[in-house]
């Protein structure tokens, strides 16, 4: 049964396809042509109760109704079906409709409705209500903007549809494209969204992205969309979902969150683990994260996961942080694809432990990665707790040679480079 709807649809693609290429006449007026019942009107101001040259006979007999440039702004359907009792083709093309009327006649024998290239920019909610016989509609090349959900459901019923290059507004509530039945809809992928920031997107992922993110987001949180890119890898749409749930008496990671997240602003709560990077699949995309400003201690959870080798931004700036484990972050920076152009961290404001057994290497490690480190020179030791009167901090700059770190205040050493290993360890 599918193959044999999908053999009608294409008979009726075809027909239109032959339709849409007759051309216009450049000369205005309307001609009968009896062979085929047929009248055709052309450029001009036409009226739905008044026609030329035909016979109450010839209107009873009339089965397609063609007009094209019409200079007219509402068309009235009713008035047509009217005086055409038995039409079942209704061809307009071309003209200044804008509006159509909420009714046709209960008892009308349309099959065939093709309402394309003009500029319409409403159905009205009733308008295919009475139209129960007809099985194809072309409103394409209008100005559309949204669907009313009553007309989705009636237009879902017909067996051909055409609604490519309107106006689609995807800023707009778009869950009438989700109730869309698509594969009765031609040239669905040209369906596309006429403003940015969706401009020549196609419509129906942009509605699932819309409604994914308006489902998952986060209680408490801001969820948007800003835009919608391809993937240069496998050309596919890639949401670009910004979260921001900063400042939100968070006490964990939220459970939830939009499927392709790229942006999350965690930034100013009182979270302690970053576990959820590694057990929850939700966080798989997130490249962008802010922490800063919470309490978490350790980064060692993260340790050979996927988020931790892929990420693109990551900033805990002010939180609890004594050590890092230098190996497992030095593995993860050099297998991260990102790396270095699009790579950030940010650690300082911690109250980073300086002993002999963590220091070298950290060193090491800032000196490596200094140009991803963006604030190097803000992660600075903590004083031992049992010397008040030592220097407050130790300062790691982005030095040259031996001078990755400077003492401040402290009276018997002015200056220390890699020494301070020695002076930490002797």
């Excluded at 106006?167 to 989700?178: A, G, I, T």
């Excluded at 990551?314 to 230098?326: A, D, E, I």
């Excluded at 200056?415 to 360890?425: A, D, E, I, N, P």
Aim: with cysteine.
């Amino acid at each position: 049964m599918e193959s044999f709807n999908r053999a009608v649809n294409i008979f009726w693609f075809f027909l239109m396809m032959m339709q849409q290429c007759s051309p216009c006449r450049p000369s205005s007026g309307c001609q009968h042509f009896p062979n085929t019942n047929t009248y055709s009107c052309s450029g001009r101001i036409w009226k739905e109760n008044h026609f030329d040259n035909l016979t109450s006979d010839d209107m009873m007999k009339m089965r397609t109704l063609e007009m094209c440039n019409v200079n007219k702004e509402t068309l009235n359907l009713h008035k047509i079906n009217t005086k055409f009792p038995y039409l079942r083709n209704i061809t307009i093309w071309q003209g200044n409709i804008s509006s159509i009327t909420n009714s046709v006649l209960p008892q009308n024998q349309i099959k065939v409705l093709q309402l394309r290239d003009l500029k319409i920019e409403l159905i009205p909610t009733k308008f295919l209500v009475w139209l129960t016989k007809l099985e194809v509609l072309d409103l394409s090349g209008n100005s559309l903007q949204r669907l009313d959900e009553k007309v989705v459901r009636d237009i879902n019923r017909i067996s051909f549809t055409n609604l490519s290059n309107n106006h689609w507004n995807c800023s707009l509530n778009m869950d009438w494209v989700e109730q869309l039945k698509t594969t009765s809809i031609y040239g669905v992928d040209n369906m596309t969204c006429y403003q940015p920031p969706y401009q020549g997107k196609p419509i129906i992922p942009i509605a699932e992205f819309k409604k994914n993110v308006r489902t998952m987001c986060p209680e408490r949180c801001s969820c948007t969309m800003s835009d919608v890119v391809r993937d240069p890898h496998n050309f596919e749409l890639e949401p670009i979902i910004e979260v921001n749930c900063s400042n939100k008496n968070f006490l964990e990671f939220p459970p939830t969150l939009p499927n392709k997240t790229k942006t999350l602003a965690l930034d100013k709560n009182q979270i302690r683990s970053l576990m959820p990077l590694v057990t929850n699949p939700l966080y798989k995309d997130v490249q962008d994260l802010d922490l800063d400003n919470n309490f978490i201690d350790s980064i060692e959870d993260l340790e050979g996961s996927y988020w931790f080798s892929h990420f693109r931004v990551l900033s805990l700036r002010n939180n609890q942080l004594v050590q890092v484990p230098t190996y497992a972050l030095d593995n993860a920076l050099q297998q991260n694809p990102n790396m270095p152009e699009a790579v950030r961290l940010f650690l300082g404001e911690n109250p980073w432990k300086c002993d002999c057994s963590f220091i070298p290497s950290f060193q090491d490690l800032l000196r490596k990665y200094q140009s991803q480190v963006e604030d190097i020179a803000d992660v600075k030791c903590s004083p031992p707790e049992s010397d008040k009167k030592s220097p407050a901090m130790v300062n790691f700059e982005k030095g040259v040679g031996d001078k990755l770190c400077v003492f401040t205040d402290y009276n018997p050493i002015e200056k220390c480079g890699l020494s301070l290993t020695q002076r930490l360890c002797g």
